[in-house]
T-cell receptor, first 116, second 114 residues
Framework: SQTIHQWPATLVQPVGSPLSLECTVEGTSNPNLYWYRQAAGRGLQLLFYSVGIGQISSEVPQNLSASRPQDRQFILSSKKLLLSDSGFYLC???????????????FGDGTRLSIL | GENVEQHPSTLSVQEGDSAVIKCTYSDSASNYFPWYKQELGKGPQLIIDIRSNVGEKKDQRIAVTLNKTAKHFSLHITETQPEDSAVYFCAAPPDNTGGFKTIFGAGTRLFVKA
């Protein structure tokens, strides 16, 4: 069966420090991968998605970047964190075959990022 | 582009009662409608989905209905239990974007009182 792992679960970082959040998927090949941010008590904002190694699409201009160095690895980064980067970051995957619009997304358990 | 509206934002029911959450969407080309449940400190988990070629789907105590003409779909939870307390999200991937940009509703926080 497929599993998705995110780490760390929680992270406290000072303003201006760098960031690296990692997500890996097991049990499937060539998945579509996603990074979302969720503000407290709010909905899901899509940040990045990827359909293959090295292929990244950005949804909103921001202080963050994403990379996909391997088929089942997705990394969210920042060179200098801002206070506004605080939030709950979720990684998700969906099957890379078939009609994209007919596939559910499977989420990891998220990273709660606090910027001080 | 697709717009998904979800109501109510908060719902409180007595244990054993039914709960209904409704979503409306704008893109008539959308053809897949999942529902996710998010428990505190966890990621959303798919609980049920429906495709546009059916009007209703049921899985034990939960069911989803779809009205393509009116462009709305609803989640029904019967015989609610305290463990149903969570935030529920509907979603509608707009077909003309290949489904990547899944548009989520704002969420409904369900409280089930014992």
């Amino acid at each position: 069966s497929q599993t998705i792992h995110q780490w760390p679960a929680t992270l406290v970082q000072p303003v201006g420090s760098p960031l690296s959040l990692e997500c890996t998927v097991e049990g499937t090949s060539n998945p579509n991968l996603y990074w979302y941010r969720q503000a407290a008590g709010r909905g899901l904002q899509l940040l990045f998605y990827s359909v293959g190694i090295g292929q990244i699409s950005s949804e909103v201009p921001q202080n963050l970047s994403a990379s996909r160095p391997q088929d089942r690895q997705f990394i969210l980064s920042s060179k200098k964190l801002l206070l506004s980067d605080s939030g709950f970051y979720l990684c998700a995957w969906s099957p890379g075959t078939g009609g994209y619009s007919n596939q559910p997304q499977h989420f990891g358990d998220g990273t709660r990022l606090s910027i001080l | 582009g697709e717009n998904v509206e979800q109501h109510p934002s908060t719902l409180s029911v007595q244990e054993g009662d039914s709960a209904v959450i409704k979503c409306t969407y704008s893109d008539s080309a959308s053809n897949y409608f999942p529902w996710y449940k998010q428990e505190l400190g966890k990621g959303p988990q798919l609980i049920i989905d429906i495709r546009s070629n059916v009007g209703e789907k049921k899985d034990q105590r939960i069911a989803v209905t779809l009205n393509k003409t009116a462009k709305h779909f609803s989640l029904h939870i019967t015989e609610t239990q305290p463990e149903d307390s969570a935030v529920y999200f509907c979603a509608a991937p707009p077909d003309n974007t290949g489904g990547f940009k899944t548009i989520f509703g704002a969420g409904t926080r369900l409280f089930v009182k014992a």
